[in-house]
């Protein structure tokens, strides 16, 4: 991913509910306002059709960040936008995995990762966060260009359908049924949320010092 300094820089004006949002927060660049996302906790949203949910809770994943600030973009019309990618789920990204790729047989589960495009440019306003992951994501199966606030539900549709052209389809998902791809992505979603306490426990001390 890139550096926030290849973000674009325009003031915000009140043209809507996030843009007025970010003001009443008295942030008022676009760089200000990415700057702020990603310092937000890392954390799982109560409310995923809740488009201010990052505000009202004060944590967001990758969906939530770049929902807001690519909604932002799109209020104040600066050509950057939120993409969707399917990536290798491995124990290189999350350890523990190797624990489900046994159980299933799988060399990799797909997972859904949020992130931001600009020009030639990409942005993770994860990255760095405590967000359960030992690296950055970099390469994808598939990515595709979506609605700054895209819906859970259409957002694992893109899934299935990568899934179901891409992935089994392959030489190393030879003999896998898309049952156990989607069982073992379910049990990856579970191993997440748990490194992402690990990693803020292990964060916490730090603290303290």
Aim: proline share 4%; hydrophobic share 35%; charged share 30%.
């Amino acid at each position: 991913m890139n550096s926030y300094n290849n973000l674009p820089e325009a003031k915000i004006i009140p043209v809507g509910e996030v843009s007025q949002k970010f003001l009443d927060l008295g942030i008022k660049s676009f760089r200000e306002a990415c700057e702020y996302v990603h310092g937000i906790e890392y954390g799982y949203n109560t409310d995923y059709d809740d488009r201010m949910i990052l505000f009202k809770e004060n944590k967001g994943t990758c969906t939530t960040k770049h929902a807001v600030i690519a909604g932002l973009a799109e209020e104040l019309e600066i050509p950057i936008y939120k993409h969707v990618g399917v990536y290798k789920f491995t124990e290189k990204i999350s350890s523990g995995t190797n624990k489900i790729l046994r159980k299933y047989k799988v060399p990799y589960v797909p997972i859904v990762h949020c992130f931001l495009v600009y020009k030639d440019f990409r942005f993770d306003l994860t990255e760095g966060n405590c967000n359960g992951k030992n690296t950055i994501i970099e390469e994808f199966i598939h990515e595709e260009k979506v609605d700054p606030f895209i819906s859970r539900k259409n957002e694992y549709l893109i899934l299935k359908k990568v899934i179901k052209e891409y992935i089994l389809p392959s030489k190393e998902m030879e003999g896998v049924k898309e049952r156990s791809l989607l069982k073992a992505r379910e049990e990856a979603i579970i191993l997440l949320k748990e490194n992402v306490k690990r990693q803020k426990n292990m964060k916490s001390p730090q603290k303290n010092n």
